[in-house]
Structures are given as structure tokens and as C-alpha cells.
């Protein structure tokens, strides 16, 4: 402890139990006693965006801050808030991931699945038709429902064939990926990307 011969008004450096920067006060230091608690005469390093000035009991130094921040497992993409100082921990990042699909690969996410298979999963993800959008959309496209009946009689396996007819007949709504609908595609020499395109119009209607 600093002997002082007279009291003094100085400005010391206060700092929270977290040893965090609070801010700077006067302080009235009286002879023969010592400095407020939590507080120093050392003089903090002037702030930087994203850091935060902590007392490590002999000096200032700045640290990462990131509290409140969002991050992502690298493991299994589940999400959290930072609630600590410092850089951000192991297994933790805080770019977002794009799809449910990504992979870390130690600086970024990847979707390692092929074209086709996120062309696969996009078309899951299509909304059921009603059967008016459905046969409306069809027959918008020039094909009767008479006509699409005779196609499918022509499919030579016969429980192939009757499904696809129970499928097309009496179904309230169509999937884009049922077997039924895959069936009629093929039938009618229709590819991926036409019924694709159909379907999307047909939302609308």
C-alpha cells in the first residue's frame, strides 16, 4: 500500500466481480488507507470492438467477448448463447449452417450430399396438390383425364399398373414423390423437370 502523506481526490479504475471493466470515479483516498474494492490506479487500454478490458489482478488485458452471440456444435449443428468471456470455445462457431445437411470441415460447413440428392429432398419438400390443382394443371398442359387413364392401362405390370389407376382415380391429394405420381410421369414421357415446373404452377391455382 501506497503511504500517503496528505488525502487525495484521484481517479482510480473500478471493475466488477468478473473482473470486468466498470468505468473510471474520483476517489477520495484518505491517509493511511487503501484504494476502494475493485478498483486499481492502472489505467485500462482504450476499448476495441468486440473486446472487453479485464483486471487479472496485476494488469489490464483485453479479451474476446462474445456474450449473447449465437453459436453452432460443429458435432450436430444445435444452437446456443455464449454466456462466458473469451474466444469462442472448441466445437463452437458462429457462421450459421445453410442446411440441415452441412458437415464442419474446420473452417466452414459443407453439404456433402450430390446434386441429386438435394434435388431429391428439394421435391420432398413440394406441398401436396388437391386433386382440382392437380387435374386442372394437367389438363392446362393438354392432358385430358380420359387420355392419362389410357396411358397408365398400358403399363405392363399389373400391380403397377392398377396402382398407379387407384392412385390417379381416387386420390384427394398427389405427392410429388409418391409412386403413383412417378408412374404417371414416366407414362406420359414427362422428366423431372417438366413435372417440377407443372407442380410449382399447379400451387397457384
Known amino acids: 500500500m501506497i503511504n500517503l502523506e496528505n488525502d487525495k481526490v484521484i481517479p482510480v479504475y ?3 466481480q468478473n473482473n470486468v471493466y466498470c468505468g473510471c470515479f474520483e476517489y477520495h483516498w484518505a491517509k493511511g488507507t487503501g484504494l476502494a474494492v475493485n478498483s486499481t490506479l492502472e489505467v485500462p487500454p482504450e476499448s476495441q470492438a468486440g473486446f472487453v478490458c479485464i483486471w487479472n489482478n496485476q494488469a489490464w488485458e483485453l479479451k474476446e467477448d462474445h456474450q449473447d452471440k449465437v453459436v453452432y456444435s460443429t458435432l450436430d449443428r444445435s444452437e446456443s448463447k455464449v ?6 470455445k472448441e466445437g463452437y462457431t458462429l457462421l450459421k449452417p445453410n442446411t440441415e445437411f452441412d458437415s464442419w470441415n474446420g473452417a466452414a460447413w ?3 450430399r450430390t446434386d441429386q440428392e438435394k434435388l431429391e429432398h428439394t421435391r420432398s419438400q413440394y406441398p401436396s396438390l388437391t ?4 387435374l386442372r394443371c394437367l389438363l392446362e398442359n393438354g392432358f385430358k383425364a380420359s387420355d392419362i387413364e389410357a396411358q397408365i392401362q398400358t403399363i ?7 396402382l398407379t389407376l387407384l392412385g390417379f382415380k381416387e386420390a384427394t391429394n398427389f405427392v ?3 409412386e403413383s405420381i412417378l408412374a404417371m410421369q414416366s407414362v406420359l414421357s414427362l422428366t423431372d423437370e417438366r413435372v417440377d415446373q407443372m407442380w410449382e404452377y399447379a400451387l397457384t391455382l
Open 156 to 162: 405392363e405390370d399389373e400391380f403397377s399398373r392398377e
Open 176 to 178: 410429388r414423390t409418391d
Open 131 to 134: 386433386r382440382y390443382q392437380f
Open 14 to 16: 473500478s471493475f466488477d
Open 83 to 88: 454466456d462466458y468471456i473469451g474466444s469462442i
Open 110 to 112: 459443407i453439404d456433402l
